[in-house]
């Protein structure tokens, strides 16, 4: 049996327990669950194999995948019951996409030229995308396709990425870091102040000192999903339990 027959086989299976476990005789926390109870799941699946791709960890992937599959098969059993569509529609939807954003491999025997570099397969898509959504890759919006539910980090990132292509930019980076130094002593201000502290100026406050962060980022080049923000903080926590342990025991 080949590679792909397996595949469709054990996919096959997959949906067909995941039906099992939402039917009548299934498990009562599978169908309890809604697609806004499966968010956190999803997320953690994601991170799960975000965590097996950074250590090559090759046998954790293989199964991190499996369950980063089953949450896409979970969701699409709920909408496929609210009579939205079927995770075959959810295939059929990516597989068209991926053949028309393509033609390059696709539709060589119609004529379309191949294309010689990842620049110009990008190019390619953002065009053909542009199309498909009734008008032309120059007059999309700066900021179309950049998800709202995204981290508020790679969504800054994102943003100033996006902007800076248009020279919407800091001159130096030096000058970003007045910028987070300029947000940093509004916080203050907003911590300083007497009485109780402004809840709704200080998440602004707090949200332009994160965006101005990530745009320091981007400009040093630094992947800001990569950076360990624990470093200075887990020797001190962890000091701090071993220390608790041979006090208290626990």
């Known amino acids: 049996?080949?590679?792909?027959?397996?595949?469709?086989?054990?996919?096959?299976?997959?949906?067909?327990?995941?039906?099992?476990?939402?039917?009548?005789?299934?498990?009562?926390?599978?169908?309890?669950?809604?697609?806004?109870?499966?968010?956190?799941?999803?997320?953690?699946?994601?991170?799960?194999?975000?965590?097996?791709?950074?250590?090559?960890?090759?046998?954790?992937?293989?199964?991190?995948?499996?369950?980063?599959?089953?949450?896409a098969v979970f969701l699409a059993q709920l909408e496929s019951e609210a009579g939205h569509f079927t995770i075959a529609d959810s295939l059929t939807s990516i597989a068209d996409k991926l053949v028309r954003r393509h033609p390059h491999v696709f539709a060589r025997a119609?004529?379309?030229?191949a294309l010689d570099s990842a620049g110009q397969v990008r190019t390619r898509w953002e065009e053909i995308k542009a199309q498909e959504r009734g008008g032309s890759a120059t007059s999309k919006t700066l900021l179309g396709g950049i998800a709202p539910a995204l981290p508020a980090l790679l969504r800054a990132y994102q943003i100033g990425t996006r902007a800076a292509s248009v020279g919407f930019e800091w001159s130096t980076t030096r000058d970003v870091v007045a910028k987070i130094q300029e947000e940093v002593d509004e916080l203050r201000e907003v911590i300083d102040a007497a009485g109780t502290i402004d809840q709704v100026r200080a998440e602004e406050e707090m949200g332009d000192l994160l965006f101005s962060i990530a745009q320091l980022s981007r400009r040093l080049a630094i992947d800001h999903l990569e950076i360990r923000t624990d470093r200075p903080y887990l020797p001190t926590l962890l000091a701090f339990f071993r220390e608790r342990q041979k006090r208290f025991g626990r």
């Open 1 to 71: 049996m080949s590679d792909t027959s397996r595949a469709a086989d054990a996919f096959t299976r997959l949906v067909e327990i995941m039906a099992t476990l939402r039917g009548p005789d299934g498990c009562p926390w599978d169908r309890e669950q809604t697609i806004d109870s499966l968010k956190p799941f999803v997320l953690e699946e994601t991170y799960e194999v975000i965590e097996a791709i950074d250590a090559h960890d090759h046998g954790a992937l293989c199964e991190e995948l499996g369950d980063f599959v089953f949450e």
């Open 110 to 113: 119609a004529g379309e030229a």
